[in-house]
């Protein structure tokens, strides 16, 4: 491998892989892109760029128009591969799908040249590196296992991804020390962070942990709401004096927990530690509890208003997305609740003000001010800013599931 200026291979061209490709060309690097899907190549190609990124467009702009950048659907000969492609979970039991990493991987193969340097970055089970490598040298007996391989996790946030490429700490592992160590040389080259060098197993469990940890915080949180609840304790009141401890510091619950990451790659965890991971299985499912319990809730609600008033009520869910100030809907169990209680036969407007009204259909979108004059019953669900400390008409029945307007912290 040329190490001053290695010919870069990006495999899959989706909210990683495109900000990565685009930042290493910007550091005067040649990067080839590979998508399966020929429309995002041909975006691609044409400057253009397919997803919501702040500052990508212009720089995917500039490295194509300078030569830089390229992208195209057969996989081309390069120096380093770096694999970003979809690794999702199936089915009630949450296997992990690693079809996206293993179909890439085969693509690879047959480029593959002595010396050349293959990174997994999909977030993966554990042992997914040494799997691909043990395809990869039965695929390529000819190389002498001649070739490096390791597994480096993403941990950027969207909609702060050219930021955090390049200043977020990252965990490199390689199959082997030379690996972890041309890992780590090629990751110098646009990661301004700390690396820290590990082995690929340690590297891949680095990322699920991570979200398993939060996941499990939130759960705790949660847990504390359904008691508080039963208790008759304002579970707002309980976390923040708690928190006023100096070794203390509870989240926040809420309606449960979504997002592509957080409420995915526990599952990864207990899908291959079953007898072990007790903890993170029961933190997945006090979060998913969560939300029904929030329906059953607001359900309930609905009954008594119906036989003290003669009609239905309209329920405002105030908030569709899976987190506070964005519009991303991915997992969320904003909207998994609010689709609960359309499916009971329930009349249901949602305020969303991250999102465009007619871009989305699924639910009549209002505005917070025709929400709080139609509605009967409103039903706080994410905590978006322009939530906070509304004046609801007393008239209304609030349930408040994340704290918009319930208690103000000491
Ligand atoms: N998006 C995030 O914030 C984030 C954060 C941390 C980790 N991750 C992980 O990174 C990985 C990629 O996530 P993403 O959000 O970029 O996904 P994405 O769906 O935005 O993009 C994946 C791209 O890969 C392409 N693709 C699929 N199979 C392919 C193949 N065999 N060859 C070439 N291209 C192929 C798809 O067409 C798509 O354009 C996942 O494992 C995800 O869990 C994502």
């Known amino acids: 491998m040329k190490q001053d200026k290695p010919v870069v291979v990006m495999v899959g061209l989706g909210y990683i892989g495109l900000p990565t490709a685009a930042l290493v060309a910007s550091r005067g690097l040649h990067v080839k892109g590979v998508d399966v899907n020929p429309g995002v190549v041909e975006t691609i190609n044409q400057g253009k760029i397919h997803i919501v990124e702040p500052?990508?467009?212009?720089l995917v702009k500039r490295m194509v128009e300078e030569g830089y950048l390229e992208a195209t659907t057969?996989?081309?000969?390069?120096?380093?591969?770096?694999?970003?492609?979809?690794?999702?979970?199936?089915?009630?039991?949450?296997?992990?799908?690693l079809s996206y990493v293993e179909s890439a991987v085969r693509n690879v193969a047959p480029k593959l040249r002595?010396?050349?340097?293959?990174?997994?970055?999909?977030?993966?089970?554990?042992?997914?590196?040494?799997?691909?490598?043990?395809?990869?040298?039965?695929?390529?007996?000819d190389l002498e296992g001649d070739f490096h391989m390791a597994y480096c996790p993403e941990r950027v946030l969207p909609g702060r991804v050219l930021y955090e490429l390049q200043h977020n700490?990252?965990?490199?592992?390689g199959i082997d020390e030379e690996s972890t160590r041309r890992a780590i040389d090629f990751y110098r080259h646009f990661v301004k962070a700390?690396?820290?060098?590990?082995?690929?197993?340690?590297?891949?469990?680095?990322?699920?942990?991570?979200?398993?940890?939060?996941?499990?915080?939130?759960?705790?949180?949660?847990?504390?709401s359904l008691i508080s609840d039963k208790a008759?304790?304002?579970?707002?009141?309980?976390i923040d004096l708690a928190n006023k401890h100096p070794r203390v510091n509870i989240l926040r619950p809420g309606t449960g927990v979504g997002g592509h990451c957080i409420a995915i790659d526990p599952w990864f965890i207990v899908h291959d530690y079953s007898d072990e991971a007790r903890l993170i299985r029961t933190a997945r499912e006090?979060?998913?509890?969560?939300?029904?319990?929030?329906?059953?809730?607001?359900?309930?609600?609905?009954?008594?208003?119906?036989?003290?008033?003669g009609r239905k009520p309209l329920i405002a869910a105030m908030g569709l997305a899976f987190k506070p100030d964005i519009d991303d809907l991915r997992e969320s169990p904003a909207l998994a609740l609010a689709r609960m209680l359309k499916a009971q036969g329930l009349d249901v407007v949602a305020v969303e003000p991250n999102l465009e009204g007619d871009r989305y259909e699924e639910f009549q979108l209002v505005t917070a001010g025709e929400a709080l004059d139609k509605a009967d019953i409103i039903a706080f669900l994410v905590a978006h800013t322009p939530f906070k400390g509304m004046k609801v008409p007393e008239s209304k029945k609030?349930?408040?599931f994340v704290n918009a307007v319930t208690y103000p912290a000491k």
């Not at 500052?55 to 212009?58: I, S």
């Open 55 to 58: 500052d990508l467009a212009g």
């Open 398 to 400: 609030v349930l408040d």
């Open 232 to 238: 008759g304790i304002n579970v707002w009141e309980l």
């Open 114 to 141: 002595r010396g050349n340097l293959v990174i997994i970055e999909s977030t993966s089970p554990v042992g997914t590196t040494e799997k691909m490598h043990a395809l990869l040298n039965e695929l390529r007996p």
């Open 194 to 224: 700390e690396l820290y060098p590990t082995n690929a197993r340690t590297a891949e469990m680095v990322k699920l942990v991570e979200n398993a940890s939060r996941d499990v915080q939130i759960a705790f949180a949660n847990e504390l």
């Open 286 to 309: 006090i979060n998913n509890y969560k939300t029904l319990w929030a329906a059953e809730k607001v359900k309930n609600a609905a009954l008594e208003f119906e036989k003290e008033h």
């Open 74 to 97: 057969e996989m081309p000969e390069g120096d380093v591969f770096v694999v970003a492609v979809p690794t999702p979970s199936r089915g009630e039991e949450h296997v992990p799908d």
């Open 169 to 173: 700490d990252r965990a490199i592992g």
